[in-house]
């Protein structure tokens, strides 16, 4: 499917496409949707500065991926059930540059969503203009996500706790998340240093796409935008971008042979971070990635947490859910709420360490789990199952091709937080009844 993302004024003669999207402001007659309406001036009136040209150009991308993404439903269009074909021209202020870098764009969009994409470059993007009354200081010395889940929160946490570093929040704003965000940045006493965005996608697709495997690409884009706009980065220094997650979900190491990994998220794996930080790099941004947990579990993260009192006092209030854009409560059975479940197990020692609120969906109360129609729900069955490899026919088995030195450096202990966090979910599953 051939998609444009342009500003409204932006004509290609004699182009022609199946659908036109609006860049960073609503549609006009031309187009069928709109993305990132109210990023500019978001971005400006909280930053009181502009960003660099190559930073706004990274978020025009998220926001045509995303876009494109929402538009195109995989079932109507994928010959396989997963895999689609998208072709995407996207307006952005160095075409030239950004042309010479699509090797790295495109393979790094298919390891994310599982798709097969083709990106073209053209002239006529944002540059959005500085705030009108100038420029204010900007003395933050990092930037962190802080999403409203779990991860981020002891991210954030544990910044505060080190005292070495002043991080600015950034975050993209989502149905259910925006107040869990302001307060954790409150928390920890960041209120005044929180950055909260939309993407604001908007396509009109009768059977909008629901997977949203690149929508962590904006939390990243955002991210730039705040790190090139503080003063660390305006004298020349390299600025930090935290991207706070437990190493088993960042690997996303399929349960079974029949889960695509894309299934999962993938914004942190180590191959899709090391695309990103090579296409920062590329276009000279002084940006450096960072996810300071990718070598512990959920759990660990939690046990480890450098101020625990105020990690048990807001943990129950964060969210994990992988459906919780949907039901906006943790449904309880998908693996993002098994690996959050098994954490606080992990972290308490019991069942009823974990004090989510509201309680999960399903199952309720505990000694459900034991019920026959729980074996039901696919993700605990593929756990059981890639624990019965484990078990039977050692770690090296379930892994697989998943994790090798050639595809992850190193790999050794990439592939040992992967088995910590499957033990973790065994030790869970085991409370309950299921192994």
């Known amino acids: 499917m051939r998609i444009a993302v342009l500003p409204n004024d932006i004509h290609l003669r004699g ?10 402001e609503p549609n006009a007659a031309n187009a069928i949707g709109s993305v990132g309406t109210q990023v500019a001036t978001q971005a400006i009136r909280k930053l009181r500065r502009s960003s660099p040209p190559h930073a706004w150009d990274l978020t025009a991308l998220s926001m045509a991926v ?3 993404d929402r538009l195109v439903n ?18 952005v202020t160095a075409p030239d540059v950004w042309n010479g870098l699509r090797p790295i764009v495109e393979r790094m969009l298919r390891f994310l969503t599982g798709d097969i994409w083709t990106i073209e470059f053209v002239g006529g993007g944002v540059q959005p203009a500085p705030a009108s009354r100038g420029m ?41 998340d925006c107040s869990k965000q302001i307060s954790f940045a409150s928390a920890v006493g960041a209120r005044s240093r929180i950055l909260t965005l939309n993407h604001n996608a908007r396509t009109g697709a009768a059977h909008p796409e629901i997977s949203q495997r690149p929508r962590s690409l904006a939390f990243i884009a955002f991210a730039v935008l705040a790190a090139t706009a ?40 180590p191959i899709f971070m090391s695309l990103m930080q090579e296409l920062l ?6 940006v450096h990635l960072e996810n300071p947990y990718g070598h512990k579990t959920k759990g660990e993260m939690m046990a480890e947490c450098g101020d625990k009192p105020l990690l048990e006092q807001h943990a129950p209030r964060s969210m994990s859910c992988g459906r919780s854009g949907r039901i906006n409560r943790h449904c309880g059975q998908c693996l993002p709420c098994l690996v959050r479940r098994a954490a ?30 729980y074996r039901c729900y696919d993700d605990v069955m593929q756990c059981l199952e890639a624990i019965d490899t484990v078990d039977r026919r050692g770690p090296r088995r379930w892994i697989g091709a998943s ?27 085991h409370s309950v009844g299921l192994v």
Request: net charge negative; charged share 20%; hydrophobic share 40%.
């Open 15 to 24: 182009r022609t496409f199946d659908a036109r999207i609006a860049l960073f």
């Open 66 to 68: 995303i876009a494109s």
């Open 74 to 91: 995989r079932a109507d269009t994928s010959a396989d059930g997963w895999s689609r074909i998208l072709n995407v021209t996207v307006a």
């Open 136 to 176: 204010d200081g900007r003395p933050e010395t990092c930037v962190s996500l802080l999403s409203g889940g779990l991860d981020s929160l002891i991210g954030a946490i544990d910044l505060q706790a080190d005292g070495i570093e002043t991080p600015l929040f950034v975050s993209n704003r989502v149905r259910g």
């Open 230 to 269: 503080l003063d660390r980065y305006q004298e020349g220094d390299r600025v930090t971008v935290y991207v706070p997650e437990n190493g088993f979900i960042s690997l996303n190491v399929p349960l079974t042979s029949l889960r695509s990994g894309s299934l999962s998220t993938r914004t942190t794996h």
């Open 281 to 286: 790099d590329s276009l000279g941004l002084r």
């Open 344 to 373: 606080f197990l992990h972290h308490t020692g019991r069942l009823e360490g974990d004090t989510t609120v509201p309680p999960y969906m399903k199952p309720s109360p505990p000694d459900a789990f034991a019920q026959p129609a």
């Open 403 to 429: 994790i090798t030195a050639g595809k992850v450096p190193e790999a050794e202990p990439y592939r040992a937080v992967a088995v910590r966090g499957l033990m973790e979910i065994k030790s869970f599953l």
